[in-house]
């Protein structure tokens, strides 16, 4: 049975690719009662990526989601999102991702400082309201150092965000082959 939600609680859920993420978090999302959003930073980049999305949005289905595909102000998907009970934000890497690339395409830089200040602004708006709201994102950086400069930033950027995220949840938990590892 659902139980009720907790009032302003941040879950903060890391993990590899594939290591089971997404699907602990919407199940941690569909053990509380009320309106569930579900924001979605992934863009459509080619149909490999759009038979993922597939699988997920099936996999949503009929579970009382409403969607929010917000690929970078994911402040104001938090604001838009303020009569829900929960909200799952699936994923800050790509986030970032996206950030990065709106800075490399304006010519602007986008440094760790950067990141931590819009980071914390992120946290200020998942903290408006009585609702949990469940970030998840990568664990990177812990195989070979990438080969290319910009990889290593992006690396460096998401290890940033993680920290910030970490430190301000109520609840850290790590995803190892599937299996949760609870941080904090
Ligand atoms: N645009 C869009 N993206 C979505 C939607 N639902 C899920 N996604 C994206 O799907 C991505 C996760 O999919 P996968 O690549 O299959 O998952 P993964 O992170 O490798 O694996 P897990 O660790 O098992 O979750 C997230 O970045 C979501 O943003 C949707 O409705 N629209």
């Not at 659902?2 to 879950?11: C, G």
């Not at 699907?23 to 941690?28: K, M, T, V, W």
């Not at 440094?111 to 992120?122: P, V, W």
């Not at 970030?135 to 290890?159: C, K, Q, T, W």
Request: aromatic content about 4%; charged content about 25%.
């Amino acid at each position: 049975m659902a139980s009720k939600p907790l009032t302003n609680h941040l879950l903060y859920i890391s993990g590899g690719a594939r290591s089971g993420k997404s699907r602990y978090a919407e199940q941690r999302a569909l053990a509380l009662t009320g309106p569930r959003r579900y924001i979605a930073t992934c863009p459509v980049i080619d149909d490999e990526m759009a038979v993922r999305i597939d699988r997920h949005q099936q996999r949503r289905a009929d579970q009382g989601w409403q969607t929010i595909e917000e690929p970078v102000d994911l402040v104001a998907a938090l604001d838009a999102s303020r009569d829900s009970a929960v909200v799952l934000i699936d994923c800050v890497t790509l986030w970032i991702n996206n950030l990065l690339y709106v800075a490399e395409t304006e010519q602007q830089t986008l440094d760790e400082d950067a990141i931590h200040r819009l980071t914390l602004q992120m946290i200020d708006a998942a903290r408006q309201g009585q609702r949990t709201v469940i970030f998840v994102s990568n664990e990177l950086g812990m195989g070979i150092v990438p080969a290319d400069a910009l990889s290593r930033h992006y690396r460096d950027l998401i290890g940033r965000c993680n920290q910030t995220l970490a430190a301000h949840a109520d609840e850290a938990v790590f995803l190892v082959s599937g299996l949760p590892l609870s941080l904090k």
